[in-house]
């Protein structure tokens, strides 16, 4: 049996716009974009590493390179590809395993001729509204950044400054949509936490995003008990802590796949989260068309999407996810993942 060729690239990928949250600003960001061909039908898969949780491209490309010979030759079903990949490495990079399991599902499915949400039993395409994020700048940057994404029917507000109130009202001078507001760990004490939030419940806003750092679960506790508006847990929630007990803190859970390394596992944990009466937000980093295909695949069953990180990029390698005027996300009915490069 003829082999995979297995081939990949780190393509930096370039922001429009300076991405600013409450502890990093960046311009551009490098994501590995892996590719494995056989019988003239080509998979993708892509890696978003990210330092918060101490990847790089470089370790990315070191666990491509341990890729054994005739690895993929070995998958024979849906049910062993998230166990076989997760055995390539003791200690994997989450996102380099994602892009891996993600090159062979695009494959698998064009190799059948059929779109992967179809195979895997979704009978329908389109996600839920998707928030358009908004990164830290001036107030007057803000506004503009919202007049300039005026189509979006949800912001997602970036906060955790010590101007967050002189944000908030700026944005309300110019928009009246609903907002979702993440804080990125920003608020380091619950009265802090408890103060923002106080006010952000009278200025239609959906849910807070990790208010708090992931370190303080105790007070995140206390702050739930207590909160008027829904708490979404993200960097709280990686992809193998115990739902029960974040249900304990959170209304929310964040599911992203470069942090949970497997669209597979990814989607059997939303059926968990909802089991616990968690609802879910499919969110994403910084990521191309093919990434953000892959997480709308797993938000068609979610209750929230935040998969903007295509459109925040001006140098998209690929195309093919539709964002509808309603700005819901819909996969196309191509083979694979729906986008071509």
Known sequence: MSGFKIEWEIIPLRLKEVFTISRSSRSQVANVFLSITKDGITGYGEAGPNTRYNETPEMVVSDFESIPSGFFNDIYSLDEVESMISNLNPEPVQSAKTAIEMAWLDWWAKSQNKPLWELLGEKNSTTPVTSFTIGIDSPEKMQAKIR?????????????????????????????????????????????AQEEIQFLSTQNVELIEQPMPSSEFKLMKQLKEWSPLPLAADESFIGNEDLQK???????????????????????????????????MVGCMIESSLANAAGALVALNAEYADLDGHLLISNDIFNGLELKGSGQLKLSDLPGLGVEK
């Open 246 to 280: 974040i249900a304990k803190a959170f209304h929310v859970v964040n599911i992203k796949l470069m942090k949970m390394g497997s669209i597979m596992k990814a989607r059997r944990v939303l059926n968990q989260a909802h089991e616990h009466g968690l609802r879910v």
């Open 148 to 192: 300039d994404a005026e189509q979006c029917p949800v912001y997602k507000i970036k906060l955790g400054t010590d101007h967050d109130r002189e944000i908030i009202e700026a944005i309300r001078e110019v928009t009246d949509k609903p907002l979702r507001v993440d804080a990125n760990e920003g608020w380091s004490t619950l009265e802090k």
